[in-house]
Every structure is written in structure tokens, then in C-alpha cells.
């Protein structure tokens, strides 16, 4: 075993990860919020849980009678990577519906995002160039950059919906956020029937 592993989950006494329920007991997680890693875009999920009202961010953090952070009050939690896009975050929408009963999965991309510098060919050819490494397969081409944001969010939504990994319950929303002014715009829901 390793240096930490007395602080995985699996290694506890008496835990089975085939009998576990879920973590909503000490956590109501319900929302997934992709946003772009930008620090200027760190209010997103703030906007999102306004907008929702329904939604508690940041919440606070729950101790048992030991000081021991049990859990939290929290409802909406975030992935970031770079532009906010949804082919990078499925692995945590899979991972999050195992933790959690997700509800909603919410993509927001924002004003002056550093992915709208470039287009997908160049992102690679750059690569190419400066690491000597070709990347052209390794990832969602049409996700590499934002050539219009209203069709890049609507191509996340399909993609999101098209995936397994992201269960057929699952509300879907996309929007813009305004760096500035603060301003969230929703531009396409999905919301199965």
C-alpha cells in the first residue's frame, strides 16, 4: 500500500464500492458547471447558481464533533479546463453521477476566452512546431478551439446528449458569460421529456 492510500475511501474498514450509495448523504451535489480555466471567469459558478436560485455556492464546509470535514452544504460544483468545453469534462460527468445525483450539466464559455486566439489547425500545427509532437488524434477536433461561440456551445450540448457517459436524465444548458459585466446568457437548453 501506498504512502496515503489510509486516506482512500476503498482502504476504510467495512467500506464496499459495490454496495455504495452515493456521497449525497454528506454532499447534495446536483449541478455540473464546465467553464473555462480563466481566472477572469471565476464567477461562473456563482452566475450559474444565481441564475438557478435553486443552488447553494459556495456553501460551507460540514465538521463532525472532531473538527473532521464530513461534509457540505454545497449543490453546484465545477470542472475548468481550458475554453470550458464539454469533451474534456465527460469523465468527471461519469465520475459525478457514480458520486452524486446529478441533475443538471451546465457549459459556459466566456467573452475574450484565449481559445477564440486560434483555430483547431493551428492549436496542432503549434504543437507540432515547438514540441516536435503530432496531437492532430488525441483530442476532439472541433473542441480544440471556439470559432463561434453560440455554435460551439450548441455542439457541446450534442455532444453531451450524444454520450454515454452523461446519463439520459440529465438537464442540459449552455451558455455565455459576459467577463465584464457579469452577464450569463442562456443560449441553448436540452431537457428530455
Do not use: W
Not at 66 to 76: A, D, Q, W
Not at 123 to 128: A, G
Request: aromatic share 10%; glycine share 6%; with cysteine.
Amino acid at each position: 500500500m501506498g504512502k496515503f492510500s489510509n486516506y482512500e475511501y476503498r482502504n476504510l474498514p467495512g467500506f464496499d464500492m459495490k454496495t455504495f450509495a452515493g456521497a449525497n448523504q454528506a454532499i447534495p451535489m446536483k449541478t455540473l458547471v464546465i467553464h473555462c480555466l480563466d481566472p477572469r471567469a471565476v464567477e461562473i459558478p456563482q452566475a450559474v447558481a444565481d441564475y438557478f436560485g435553486d443552488e447553494v455556492y459556495p456553501g460551507e464546509i460540514i465538521t463532525d464533533e472532531n473538527g473532521t470535514r464530513v461534509g457540505s452544504t454545497r449543490t453546484l460544483f465545477a470542472a475548468t479546463n481550458a475554453g470550458g468545453r464539454a469533451a474534456f469534462a465527460l469523465a468527471s460527468v461519469a465520475a459525478m453521477d457514480y458520486l452524486f445525483d446529478v441533475q443538471k450539466v451546465v457549459v459556459v464559455h466566456h467573452s475574450f476566452c484565449g481559445t477564440t486566439t486560434l483555430t483547431p489547425e493551428l492549436m496542432v500545427e503549434e504543437f507540432h512546431d515547438h514540441h516536435h509532437a503530432d496531437i492532430s488524434t488525441l483530442f476532439d477536433h472541433d473542441s480544440l478551439a471556439i470559432m463561434d461561440f453560440e455554435e460551439s456551445l450548441n455542439y457541446d450540448i450534442k455532444l453531451l446528449r450524444s454520450s454515454p457517459a452523461v446519463p439520459k436524465h440529465v438537464k442540459l444548458y449552455g451558455f455565455f458569460y459576459e467577463i465584464s459585466s457579469g452577464k450569463l446568457t442562456e443560449v441553448v437548453r436540452d431537457i428530455p421529456a
